[in-house]
């Protein structure tokens, strides 16, 4: 059973930065050899993928937030990173850390214009 437990969202005025990370329990050879993925959910909005890092290293992002955000993974200690910069009011939302059927617990950012 892999856990996944999120962190460093909170308030922040638009355009700061934020770092989030998130650290993998219980399955080191999962999240080594699976790509990791950034969602977010903003109220009353659909769950939207902004970010994924696969194994190898290969990154993708939302249209939305390329050039400003930096998905990144350390297999060694089992921890993903999305660095996020240039933030908006738009990017408020809670972010979610997913890999393979396993989702973390959210961890909330909200900026303020």
């Known amino acids: 059973q892999v856990q996944l437990v999120e962190s460093g969202g909170g308030l922040v005025q638009a355009g700061g930065s934020l770092r989030l990370s998130c650290v993998a329990s219980?399955?080191?050879?999962?999240?080594?050899?699976?790509?990791l993925n950034w969602y977010r959910q903003a109220p009353g909005k659909q769950r939207e993928l902004v970010a994924a890092?696969?194994?190898?290293?290969?990154?993708e992002y939302a249209d939305s937030v390329k050039g400003r955000f930096t998905i990144s993974r350390d297999n060694a200690k089992t921890t993903a990173y999305l660095q996020m910069n240039s933030l908006n009011p738009e990017d408020t939302a809670t972010y979610y850390c997913?890999?393979?059927?396993?989702w973390g617990q959210g961890t909330p950012v909200m900026v303020s214009s």
């Open positions: 219980g399955g080191i050879i999962i999240f080594s050899f699976s790509t």
């Open positions: 997913n890999l393979n059927r396993y």
């Open positions: 890092i696969t194994r190898a290293g290969t990154t």
